[in-house]
């Protein structure tokens, strides 16, 4: 694996976040911290290398308020530091189908880095962990742990909708599904607080 220490992660993200204060930070430890506890279960992954992937998939985020872009910004940060693993992740962690289309956000980038985006989701075969950052990015407010359909419904009610759509939540359905096959649990079980956070029950 080609990541970064945990050190380093937090260094990056601390970095992040006073380049461009915003909920994306604590988003990405949400994420970090589901990663980590869904890996814990499954025999095929790695709870600490989780851990970092998940701090690390919105890091384009560093360069500011932007869309789609983030992923890209995110991609080149860590690929030309030769983290390639933690790379790929963020360019993977937004399509559970591998369709430019599906994505929600504005495509603000070139010609040329949409059809490097569409080139590498073609070429890349997905891992569990690329699989598993897509469901934890889809289960993750910037508060905590939360029902994945509410999260879905937060992004589309945020982003508007499109024709992907449905499929696009179908296969996030799906990868929980498989996940729960492979640990044999709810993912909700190991995800503390998931009941607080999505009915909100610790604001009354
Ligand atoms: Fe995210």
Same mark, same amino acid.
């Given at each position: +694996? ?5 050190? !380093? ?15 994306? &930070?604590? *988003? ?24 970092? +992937? ?13 869309? +789609?872009? *983030? ?34 956000? @504005? ?5 040329? !880095? ?33 029902? %994945?359909?509410?999260?879905? &419904?937060?992004? =589309?009610? @945020?982003?508007? %909708? ?8 179908? =296969?996030?359905? !799906? %990868?929980? @599904?498989?996940? !729960?096959?492979? %640990? ?9 607080? &998931? +009941? ?9």
């Amino acid at each position: +694996m080609n990541l970064p220490t945990l050190k !380093e992660a937090r260094a990056f993200l601390s970095e992040g976040q006073a380049r461009n204060p915003g909920a994306w &930070v604590d *988003h990405s430890i949400v994420v970090a911290r589901a990663a980590e506890a869904i890996s814990t279960y499954h025999p095929d992954l790695d709870p600490y290398d989780a851990y970092i +992937m998940g701090l690390l998939h919105d890091i384009g985020r560093r360069e500011g308020v932007t869309g +789609m872009r *983030h992923i890209l910004d995110g991609y080149r940060f860590l690929e030309e530091k030769g983290f390639e693993d933690a790379a790929r992740v963020c360019l993977t962690h937004s399509f559970p189908i591998r369709d430019v289309r599906a994505a929600l956000g @504005r495509w603000d980038c070139s010609e040329e !880095e949409l059809q490097f985006v569409k080139d590498t989701l073609a070429r890349v075969a997905y891992n569990d962990y690329d699989r598993l950052l897509q469901l934890c990015d889809a289960l993750a407010l910037p508060s905590g742990f939360c029902l %994945i359909e509410k999260r879905l &419904v937060d992004a =589309a009610l @945020r982003h508007g %909708i499109n024709e992907y759509i449905l499929p696009k939540w179908r =296969a996030t359905l !799906e %990868i929980q @599904r498989a996940f !729960e096959e492979t %640990i044999g649990r709810s993912i909700y079980s190991v995800l503390p607080g &998931v +009941m607080e956070n999505t009915f909100g029950l610790r604001q009354t």
